[in-house]
């Protein structure tokens, strides 16, 4: 088993709400929740004991603020160094979620001047960290 945390400024709270009429808001931080997660489970069955939780952090090293909503999500996969690319344990998840879009406006501070997921380059909205060894 290998554990991750994800860093995002991107809006990915797990509502439940699938239906726009419900609740848009609502609807697109569960559309942005099922794109990450479901990016990542092209390669891996994620699995995760919590839901994504909110802190305010610092990003103005990514071309972003100094006090950010910033989405933590820990989650973890039953096989070892299924994300390792180019000796980089998170290389895969960077290449997999690059470009893939998502929905703004939702609860984020941060202001995207384009609306895909960004791991690589700044400005960069969303981190990849692997947890232990």
């Given at each position: ?6 860093r ?5 709270t ?9 609740d848009?808001?609502?609807k ?17 069955n ?10 305010v ?11 950010e ?5 820990e ?10 690319l ?12 690059e ?9 984020e ?14 400005p ?10």
């Amino acid at each position: 088993m290998q554990r991750f945390i994800i860093r995002t400024l991107v809006d990915i709270t797990k509502t439940g709400i699938h239906k726009e009429l419900l609740d848009p808001m609502k609807k697109s931080q569960q559309d942005n929740f099922q794109t990450l997660l479901q990016t990542l489970e092209m390669r891996a069955n994620i699995y995760f004991d919590r839901e994504p939780a909110i802190v305010v952090a610092d990003w103005s090293q990514y071309g972003y603020g100094k006090k950010e909503r910033t989405w933590i999500w820990e989650i973890y996969t039953e096989q070892v160094d299924i994300f390792n690319l180019d000796q980089d344990p998170t290389g895969a998840m960077k290449k997999d979620i690059e470009f893939i879009p998502f929905t703004a406006g939702c609860e984020e501070t941060a202001k995207f001047k384009q609306c895909f997921f960004s791991p690589k380059k700044k400005p960069t909205n969303i981190l990849f960290d692997v947890v232990g060894k």
